[in-house]
């Protein structure tokens, strides 16, 4: 429930009208009512094999989840508000940092992360047109297409198989003389090696961007994935840790850094106010900056060239709804692959995934590369699972460098690309979200086993 504030705050962010007592008492009624519907409309809980989709990733959502965005629709909360605001100090908290800025997406959230270290306000320390950044071949497109976006070359390294990450070594070998970034996922939840990364990226006056998008909740050597980078981002698409249904964030312990941050996402303002606020700066109509005329409303200066990236109070009410959820998703998830891991320990044709060492990653998926020797494809396999409703996925876009989107585009290439290739034409993953229970995992292990050693 929210507070009395939150409650009558518009879609201005300015407070409404207190609510009467039968308001109140309708709103209640109403709440109850929705808490019943989902109670009414849940899935059956007994599970079909065969009939049962198990699911790849998905949200688990519940009553209190349904209730919250009823909630937030009921007050008209439309704009980022009060939910917003409360969600970013909260995750920032819970991820032990000391900023957050949510956005429409985990890919705005990347493009504004890069986009921060080219911004002129950094003074002769930003990024430039033609500068480098290291990035990873296998992986998802919005971790390298802030790159491209922003005039700069990325360069491609390798990853290890089993683990699905780069290492320190690569990183090292592939910086040049214009190489001033580093941005790099953290793979299906597999932490790589942040401290190592960070480490060189200090030593050698690079930036680095730590793309967590599946990996909240995970930990390097006992510290919270996203802590490590200048910047780190997060998505909330229902594949994700936890949802808003579309949605992102910017963290990161740089005060400097996070104002450019919410600069950027709000139309590139230089006034900090928060929606509906007026003044903060108790000099609103003193500012001379630019061309403009002295006393110029501060609130319509742009010191950037900026987006518009904000996310909606009604996404934020079901962030809140979810973040008390996280631990418990991340212990289900590392459940759920053990329980996979186990299971299928010893199946012939297939290497398995490993953690880093040292990390207790909270993991995204459970990704399998099929030996080069194996008497059955990648798409043979594949098909066999997905006749029988279990879901799967290639490791998103493989080797990035065979994509139509980046060919001819400047690039460059640290290495051979031979595991990035691997992985393009033979790895695929199954789910271990917390919808998935340890019914449906035997249900899987058991298919992948029996099609593994030719029992059909």
Partial sequence: MTTTDEATQNETGQPGPAPTADAASTKAAVLELVRRYDRQTAPPPEFRPGITPVLPSGAVLDEEDRAALV???????????????????????????????????????????????????????????????????????TTVNPIVQNGMTPVFVD??????????????AAI???????????????????????QLAAERGLYLVEDNC????????????????????????????????EGGCVLTDNLALARIVESLRDWGRDCWCEPGENDTCHKRFAYQMGDLPRGYDHKYIFSQVGYNLKTTDLQAALALSQLPKLDAFGKARQHNWQRMRDGLDGVPHLLLPTATPDSEPSWFGFAMTIAADAPFTRPE?????????????????????RHPAYLGRPNRISG?????????????????????????????????RRFATGVR
């Fill in 71 to 141: 909630e937030a629709a009921l007050e008209m909360r439309i704009a980022a508000g009060v939910s917003s605001r409360k969600f970013e100090r909260l995750f920032a908290r819970a991820l032990h940092l000391r900023k957050a800025h949510l956005t429409n997406s985990g890919s705005s959230a990347n493009l504004l992360a890069l986009g921060a270290l080219c911004s002129p306000l950094l003074e002769g320390e930003q990024l430039q047109p033609g500068d480098e950044v290291i990035t990873v071949a296998a992986g998802f497109p």
């Fill in 159 to 172: 990853i290890e198989l089993g683990t699905y990450n780069t290492t320190p070594e690569r990183v090292e």
């Fill in 176 to 198: 040049g003389p214009r190489t001033r970034a580093i941005m790099i996922a953290h793979a299906l939840g597999n932490p790589y090696q942040a401290e190592e990364i960070a």
């Fill in 214 to 245: 599946d990996a909240v909740g995970s930990r390097y050597r006992g510290r919270l994935t996203g802590g490590f980078g200048d910047l780190s981002t997060v998505s909330f698409y229902p594949a994700h840790h936890i949802t808003t249904g």
């Fill in 381 to 401: 396999i594949i098909r066999h699972l997905e006749d029988r409703r279990i879901g799967t996925r290639l490791l998103f876009a493989g080797n990035l460098t």
């Fill in 416 to 448: 051979e690309l031979t595991n990035s290739d691997v992985v393009t034409e033979r790895t695929f993953w199954v789910g271990v979200y917390p919808g998935i229970t340890d019914e449906m995992t035997d249900y899987v292990v058991d298919t992948i």
